[in-house]
DNA sequence: ATTATATTGTTGCAATTGCAACAAATTAAA
DNA sequence: TTTAATTTGTTGCAATTGCAACAATATAAT
C-alpha cells in the first residue's frame, strides 16, 4: 500500500511541508540516520531497498528486517532508539523522514491528512503481520521447524512451491537467528530425505 | 492510551453504531472469539485481561501475548487466522469487535471519527514495540542470554532492579519458548552465581 | 480442612546446536 | 582477467538444550 494513496500530488506536497518532511537519498550499502537517532521519527521508503541490522557486543548480526518501497519504519516501529540496531541501503534509495511528534499532536482537519493517518494506520497493521510471522518463526524450537515454518509462510504467502530466497543463505541464518553451519547441515538433510529441492536462491517444496 | 481519547461519550457512542461495533462480556478463563474467525476484525479490550495463546500439533503452548484495558487486537495484529490460536480471558473481561474493511473503507470525515483512527495508529505503534522486544528475546541463543535480556527489558522499563513477573515461571518459559525445566536450572545457576535473587515472582538484579 | 489441581524443582540422558576451522565455489573489484 | 572478498559447504567436538519422569510445594476447589 502506498502511503499516499487517494492523496493527489498538490495536497502530497502540502502535507509533507505541513508536516516539516525531510526528504533523503542514499546510495547503495550505505549506513544511515546516525544522526537523527535522539529524536522518534517515521521513515517512509519512496524507492530502493534497507535492512535494519542488529550487531550485538559479540558481533552477531541479525537482521531484523528488510524494507521495500512503500514500507515504513522509525524509532518506535523498529526498536531504532537502541544503537545496537542500523539501517543500511542495499540499493540507491529515496526516504521520507516525519517528526512523529509532529504527526500525531498536529491538529489539521484536512481530509488529506487525515487519508494519510489512515493509510499510515493500514501499513502499520500490515507490518504487524510480517512481525507475528517472524515470531512465529522464532519460536520453533529446532532448526529444521525453522526453515520449515518459514518456507510455509513465504510459499502460503505467494501461493507457490517456489521459493526465491529473498537474501543470501548467511543472512537467512541471521534472520532465522541460528548458527549458518547448522543450517545449511539441517538443508542438506532436508534435501536427502526428499522435502525440498535447491537450485541456487531457489528452493521447491516436494511435499 | 485510551482508544477512545479526546472523545466524548455521545460521539463516542455514535462512532460505535456507525461502525457497528459489537461489544461483548466474558467471564474469567474463557476461551472466546471462536465464531468470527473468518471476519477480519479489530478488538479493543475495555477491561480485563486476555491471553494469545498458541498450541502448535505436539501440544506445546505458548504464550503469544498477554494484553489489558485499552490494548487492541485483531486478525491482522495478533495472527489470528491461523487456527493454532485461541483468545482466553485471564479475568472478567469486556470487549469490543470491530470489523476491519468497515473500519477502513467507511468513508467518515467527522471529526471523532478522525480522532479514533488516529489514536489506533498511536496504539498500535506502541504495540509494535512490544513485538520487538520479543523478538529481540528470541533472537538471543542461548537460555540465559534470553532471561537475561527478558530481564533487562523489564527492568529497564520500569526503572528497577526488582523484576514482578506478571505470570506464572511455567507462563515465562512458553513466552521465551524454552523449555521450562531447562529455564528452572538455568536460573538456578544465575541464582548460584550471584547475578540474580528469587523470591516468590519477584527476580532482584544483582549486577 | 481435606482433596484435587497446578506449579515449581531436580536430574540423567540423548539429541540438537553452536563453534571453529577449513576448502570450495561464487561474486565483486581492480 | 586476475585478484580479492564474500558466500557456501563440510565436519568433529563440546556445550547447551529438550525431554521424560518424578518429588515437593503451592494454590484452588469442595
Known amino acids: 500500500m502506498n502511503p499516499f494513496y487517494n492523496i493527489n500530488s498538490d495536497y502530497k506536497s502540502k502535507l509533507l511541508k505541513e508536516l516539516e518532511a525531510q526528504t533523503y537519498e542514499f546510495s547503495k550499502n550505505e549506513e544511515i540516520l546516525k544522526k537523527i537517532k535522539n529524536r522518534n521519527y517515521i521513515g517512509i521508503i519512496l524507492n530502493g531497498t534497507i535492512q535494519i541490522i542488529k550487531t550485538d557486543y559479540n558481533g552477531n548480526r ?39 511528534e509532529q504527526l500525531i499532536k498536529v491538529n489539521n482537519q484536512s481530509t488529506y491528512y487525515n487519508q494519510f493517518i489512515k493509510n499510515l494506520l493500514e501499513i502499520i497493521i500490515n507490518s504487524v503481520n510480517d512481525k507475528n510471522d517472524r515470531i512465529e518463526i522464532l519460536t520453533k524450537k529446532t532448526i529444521r521447524n525453522k526453515l520449515l515454518e518459514y518456507f510455509r509462510i513465504i510459499s502460503t504467502k505467494n501461493k507457490s512451491k517456489n521459493i526465491y530466497l529473498p537474501f543470501t543463505f548467511t543472512d537467512l541464518a541471521d534472520y532465522l537467528a541460528i548458527d549458518r553451519s547448522a543450517m545449511t547441515r539441517e538443508l542438506k538433510y532436508l534435501k536427502e530425505e526428499g522435502f525440498i529441492e535447491i537450485k541456487n536462491k531457489r528452493i521447491t517444496l516436494l511435499y
Do not use: A, P, V
Open 62 to 100: 541479525t537482521i531484523i528486517e528488510e524494507l521495500i518501497e512503500n514500507d515504513i519504519f522509525g524509532t518506535k516501529i523498529s526498536s531504532l532508539s537502541n544503537n545496537e540496531y542500523t539501517i543500511t541501503t542495499k540499493d540507491k534509495t529515496k526516504i521520507i523522514i516525519i517528526d512523529y
